[in-house]
């Protein structure tokens, strides 16, 4: 069996590079909502209400026991029919029908927002207490030592674990070929299909995934070892 890698990159590349800006557009949008989701719901368990608790416990294991494909699945298929059928409620018979970047962004906004509250939660918890009481006896209120004492450095603490997660969630990104986003495996399958050239297209994919996540993975390595420095 012949190879062209060389041909196949050649053309290739153009397809791949347009995929790249999809891939990170999605990612960073992604990413920046789901730490807000995450700190929200990270709060909500440190509330001293049960039900609150409770409620967030629930909704939590729910989005972590189910896969994130199935969940993009049910932004794209399910969502917009719920949609309609609630607005057909109140008069208005509309068609209501999501992006698939949009679904990509609200899906890993939701699913590493999961994630990333219990890391939040705990790094929250690890805090000394004796901060919230020293805050506390200097006059601040419950909220202004949580978000002015507390959250920071959990925040800080949590960088590295921040790190692998957006590392993991770009290659995650590759799942969002199942509802039609044009990334980088949706443009590889189609170049594939096209030209026969299999094996060069899905190996060069490989390599640009490697060429994204090796790179950031040794960025979250040197900022670990620095914070650990600086504590």
Request: proline fraction near 4%; hydrophobic fraction near 55%.
């Amino acid at each position: 069996m012949e190879l062209h890698f060389e041909k196949a990159f050649a053309q290739l590349a153009p397809e791949l590079w347009n995929g790249v800006g999809i891939v990170v557009y999605i990612t960073v949008l992604g990413f920046l909502f789901s730490l807000v989701v995450a700190l929200l719901l990270a709060i909500g368990r440190l509330s001293r209400s049960k039900i609150v608790r409770g409620t967030l416990v629930t909704l939590i294991e729910i989005v972590r026991g189910t896969p994130l494909l199935v969940q993009f699945f049910y932004l794209y298929y399910v969502v917009p029919v719920l949609l309609s059928a609630l607005a057909g409620l109140f008069g208005a018979h509309v068609s209501i029908q999501l992006e698939p970047v949009t679904c990509g962004i609200i899906g890993f906004a939701i699913n590493y927002g999961a994630y990333l509250s219990e890391v939040i939660r705990s790094a929250i918890v690890a805090i000394d207490p004796g901060q919230r009481e020293a805050g506390l006896a200097l006059g601040f209120s419950e909220s202004q030592v949580l978000f002015g004492f507390i959250i920071p450095p959990a925040l800080r603490n949590s960088v590295p674990v921040f790190g692998n997660y957006l590392v993991m969630m770009i290659k995650d990104t590759s799942l969002l070929a199942m509802i039609s986003v044009q990334e980088l495996l949706l443009r590889t399958k189609a170049f594939a299909s096209q030209t026969f050239m299999t094996v060069e297209a899905y190996t060069i994919l490989a390599g640009v995934y490697l060429a994204i996540s090796l790179p950031l993975s040794q960025v979250v390595k040197v900022l670990e070892r620095r914070l650990a420095k600086s504590r």
